[in-house]
């Protein structure tokens, strides 16, 4: 939409800025697939187009409604983006977004762009990792801040293959920069999902 939209109103690459989808329904108890989790993902995606920003809301959703009634901070994540990349201010415009990861023996090591001033937790230890072995089978991991690195495991997963976030239609996560902004929902695998099956 995004390409075509500049190719039609032929002005270049022009700004763009997007919402990614907010929390939303029931929380689940444990890991899951999720359709709303994969729906985040491609819009994660579409930063890769040149002149894009995406403002994510993963903390400000509501389970029974689908449009948040805090819009106050939709707009100052928005604001943010376009202060530094359209107007060229000095700001930190992004929560943490996943880089790479490194497997490390019985754990994870997860790099992220936009760390801002560092990686925090936000009120207490890291929620919303899960990790899993070649079975795909995810578990709730224990994760901690390491420098500006986050490390992922389980005593469940000899063996780690991959790491997800706030992969969920309601995800408990709490990554933040210490600009209070939070981290991307995102995962370390390209394993097929809910989405996959229906196309």
Request: net charge neutral.
């Given at each position: 939409?995004?390409?075509?939209?500049?190719?039609?109103?032929?002005?270049?690459?022009?700004?763009?800025?997007?919402?990614?989808?907010?929390?939303?329904?029931a929380?689940?108890?444990?890991?899951?697939?999720?359709?709303?989790?994969?729906?985040?993902?491609a819009?994660l995606?579409?930063?890769?187009?040149?002149?894009?920003?995406?403002?994510?809301?993963?903390?400000?959703?509501?389970?029974?409604?689908?449009?948040p009634?805090?819009?106050?901070?939709?707009?100052?994540r928005?604001?943010?983006?376009?202060?530094?990349?359209?107007?060229?201010?000095?700001?930190?415009?992004?929560?943490p977004?996943?880089?790479?990861?490194?497997?490390?023996?019985?754990?994870?090591?997860?790099?992220?762009?936009?760390v801002?001033?560092?990686?925090?937790?936000?009120?207490g230890?890291?929620?919303?990792?899960?990790?899993a072995?070649?079975?795909?089978?995810?578990?709730?991991?224990?994760a901690?801040?390491?420098?500006?690195?986050v490390?992922?495991?389980s005593?469940?997963?000899?063996?780690?293959?991959?790491?997800?976030?706030?992969?969920?239609?309601n995800?408990?996560?709490?990554?933040y920069?210490?600009?209070?902004?939070?981290?991307?929902?995102?995962?370390?695998?390209?394993?097929?999902?809910?989405?996959?099956?229906?196309?």
């Amino acid at each position: 939409m995004i390409t075509n939209w500049r190719q039609d109103w032929k002005t270049g690459e022009f700004p763009f800025l997007f919402v990614q989808l907010a929390n939303f329904m029931a929380v689940d108890a444990e890991p899951v697939e999720s359709a709303w989790a994969e729906l985040r993902e491609a819009q994660l995606m579409t930063l890769k187009l040149a002149n894009t920003g995406m403002a994510v809301i993963i903390d400000i959703g509501e389970a029974a409604d689908i449009h948040p009634r805090n819009k106050q901070d939709v707009g100052k994540r928005l604001g943010l983006w376009a202060l530094a990349r359209t107007y060229g201010r000095q700001v930190v415009y992004s929560g943490p977004l996943y880089k790479s990861m490194k497997v490390e023996g019985n754990r994870i090591v997860l790099s992220f762009d936009h760390v801002g001033g560092g990686l925090v937790a936000k009120d207490g230890g890291l929620k919303g990792f899960a990790v899993a072995a070649a079975d795909r089978k995810f578990v709730w991991a224990d994760a901690k801040i390491e420098g500006q690195t986050v490390v992922v495991g389980s005593d469940k997963v000899a063996e780690p293959a991959a790491v997800r976030y706030g992969w969920a239609n309601n995800p408990v996560c709490n990554l933040y920069n210490s600009e209070v902004l939070p981290a991307s929902p995102f995962r370390t695998d390209d394993w097929p999902g809910v989405t996959a099956e229906s196309r």
